[in-house]
C-alpha cells in the first residue's frame, strides 16, 4: 500500500512538472528544482527515522541479551551484551572513564552475570540519577500546573506535551536519539509496559503516606488534583525509564514512585510548618 502511495505521489509531480514546462521553460525548471530539493530532504528524514528506529531496535535487543546473560550466567552472552552496551554509549562523553574501567575487566571475568552487573554499576548510575531527576522534576511541573489551571483541557494538554518531552529526554539520556516514528514506537512500548506493570495505579505506600499526612484535610480539590496527576506523570516515567534503558535492573536498585515522587507528598506539609514555626518567634519578640 505505501508502495502504491509513493509511486502515486511520484506520478503526480512528473505531471506538475510537465505542466509546468508547457506553460514555460523556467517554470519547468524551477519545478523540477524544487521536486529534487523535496525528494532530497525526503530521502534525509526517513533515512534519520530508519537510523532512530535501528538504534532503539538494538537498545531493545542489548536490554533482552543482558537479561539472558544475567538469568543464564553465560560469559560469551555477558560479553555480547556489555560489547553492545558500549558502542551503545561510545557517543557518551561523561561516561569516557567507566567505559575504560568496563575495558579493562572484561578479560578478568568470567561469570556473564558478574559482566553484566560490572557495566551496570560503572555505566548506568550516573545515567539513572539523571533520569529519576527528569522525572521528578516533570512530576513537579505537572503537579503545579494542574494546580493553579482553571480549565481541564489545558490540563490534558500539558499532561500529553511533558509525557512526550520526558520519554524523549529519557531516550536521549540513554542513548536511543528517537525521531517522530521512534517516539511513537516508544509511548506504545511505554502504554505496553504500564498495562503489564499494573497500569497508572499509585502504589499502597505512597497513598498510605498521602492519608497520613492528611492531604484531604490541608488541601483543596484542585491542589490534590494536582499532587495526584503528578504522581501519575511520575509512574509513566519509571515505565519510561524500564523502556529506554539499555540494560535491565539488577545490580543496581529499580527507582519508586516513593523515590521520585515522595516530594510532592513532603511539599505541603513543609509549607504549612513554616508559618506554624514563625508564630512562636514573633511572640517572643513580642
Not at 33 to 54: C, D, I, K, N, P
Not at 250 to 275: C, F, I
Request: positive net charge.
Amino acid at each position: 500500500a505505501s508502495g502504491l502511495v509513493a509511486l502515486g505521489i511520484l506520478l503526480s509531480v512528473v505531471d506538475l512538472v510537465s505542466d509546468l514546462y508547457g506553460r514555460s521553460g523556467w517554470l519547468g525548471t524551477l519545478g523540477l528544482v524544487l521536486a529534487a530539493v523535496s525528494a532530497v530532504a525526503f530521502t534525509v528524514v526517513a533515512g534519520r527515522e530508519a537510523a532512530s528506529l535501528l538504534r532503539l531496535k538494538a537498545i531493545d535487543q542489548t536490554r533482552d541479551r543482558a537479561a539472558g546473560a544475567i538469568a543464564s550466567d553465560d560469559r560469551a552472552t555477558g560479553r555480547a551484551a556489555v560489547g553492545e552496551l558500549l558502542a551503545v554509549t561510545k557517543q557518551m562523553p561523561a561516561l569516557a572513564r567507566a567505559r575504560v574501567r568496563v575495558q579493562f575487566h572484561l578479560n578478568e571475568i568470567i561469570d556473564g552475570r558478574d559482566l553484566v552487573h560490572l557495566a551496570e554499576r560503572e555505566l548506568m548510575t550516573s545515567l539513572d540519577e539523571e533520569a529519576c531527576r527528569l522525572v521528578t522534576n516533570a512530576a513537579k511541573r505537572v503537579s503545579v500546573v494542574t494546580a493553579v489551571s482553571p480549565r481541564a483541557a489545558v490540563d490534558m494538554l500539558f499532561v500529553l506535551i511533558t509525557a512526550l518531552g520526558l520519554v524523549r529526554r529519557l531516550a536521549l539520556l540513554y542513548g536511543g536519539r528517537p525521531g517522530a516514528l521512534g517516539l511513537a514506537r516508544l509511548m506504545r512500548h511505554v502504554v505496553s509496559h504500564l498495562a503489564v506493570t499494573g497500569g497508572l495505579s499509585v502504589g499502597d505506600g505512597v497513598v498510605q503516606q498521602m492519608i497520613g499526612q492528611g492531604l484531604a484535610a490541608k488541601v483543596s480539590a484542585k491542589l490534590g488534583e494536582g499532587v495526584l496527576n503528578g504522581l501519575l506523570t511520575a509512574r509513566l516515567g519509571l515505565a519510561a525509564i524500564d523502556v529506554t534503558r539499555p540494560l535491565p535492573f539488577s545490580a543496581l536498585k529499580r527507582p519508586t514512585l516513593q523515590d521520585l515522587a515522595g516530594g510532592l507528598l513532603r511539599s505541603p506539609e513543609r509549607a504549612d510548618a513554616a508559618p506554624a514555626g514563625a508564630t512562636p518567634r514573633a511572640a517572643t519578640a513580642e
